[in-house]
């Protein structure tokens, strides 16, 4: 009766076919331990999924599946559900992030549920961005290695104009830090 009661106040909040096929297995109660017959915990701290995994990227992946339907879901945001009890995959934050920055581990203190603009502020500074922030600027002519060199340089405003193809007026700027501003490298990297 309890059960028929949390499936009922569930399907009134419309949930998508993930949230569906994952609730039926959380109703089970099997969830939990189908999640955690695929995870190492390795002496460094970090939980390792063993299961399948994402190809670009190396996060985990687990598919749960209903008769004959299959989903597939992130193994780290699985793991997010499970720590936290929530019962509705879309309910889940936007963005899981690993403050390890281990793709495919999974353990629940190294999870942090977040937003997108987090995850990019993230990504800017561990350095792994593609693409740092002034970069992101469409008219943006130089590199972030390039401002980086040009802050360190000491040649005339003249001479790094024509070293990097740009006019003396952004040269002279980016010395005083009136362009890209906030837009540094990765420590170590520069
Ligand atoms: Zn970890």
Redesign the pocket.
Known sequence: MRKKFQLFLFLRKRPSLKARVLFHFILKGTLRRDFFAHVKKEPG???IWTGQRKKKGGYGRKNFGAANIKCLYSAHKLSFLIANGIQNWDELPPVIR???D?PP?V?PS?LLGGTYKDNVHDMFERGRANRPKGERNGSAKLKLTEVTAIRKSTGTLKEMASTFGVSITTVRKIRKGESWKGCELPRGTA
Request: charged share 10%; proline share 0%.
């Open positions: 701290g970090c939980w690993h403050t390890c281990n581990c353990r190294h």
